[in-house]
Nanobody, 115 residues
């Protein structure tokens, strides 16, 4: 059974930082591309950042220079370090594992950026 469990969300002030974590189980983690997506109220789910099995990364333009995605294959974990957070970063953040049409999702963790 595949499980992706996100953690680390919460309330943070503008300019602050959060680190999201995603624990994966039930998959051969090292061969999957891993990603973080966000979905704001009333909007579609969008890619935030993605890291390939080989470690290549790509980011949404809105988070470049502020967010960093990383993975630890030994621990089956993927992380999203979020710095200089803005109110418009407020959303539910979802972890994704993808491989040749296979697509798995976590249930999400809420990030609220507000003073």
């Amino acid at each position: 059974q595949v499980q992706l469990v996100e953690s680390g969300g919460g309330l943070v002030q503008p300019g602050g930082s959060l680190r999201l974590s995603c624990a994966a189980s039930g998959i051969r983690f090292s061969i999957f591309a891993m990603g973080w997506y966000y979905q704001a109220p009333g909007k579609q789910r969008e890619l935030v950042a993605r890291i390939s099995s080989g470690g290549s990364t790509n980011y949404a333009d809105t988070v470049k220079g502020r967010f960093t995605i990383s993975r630890d294959n030994a621990k089956n974990m993927v992380y999203l370090q979020m710095n200089s957070l803005k109110p418009e970063d407020t959303a539910v953040y979802f972890c994704n594992a993808g491989l040749y049409g296979l697509d798995y999702w976590g249930k999400g963790t809420l990030v609220t950026v507000s003073s």
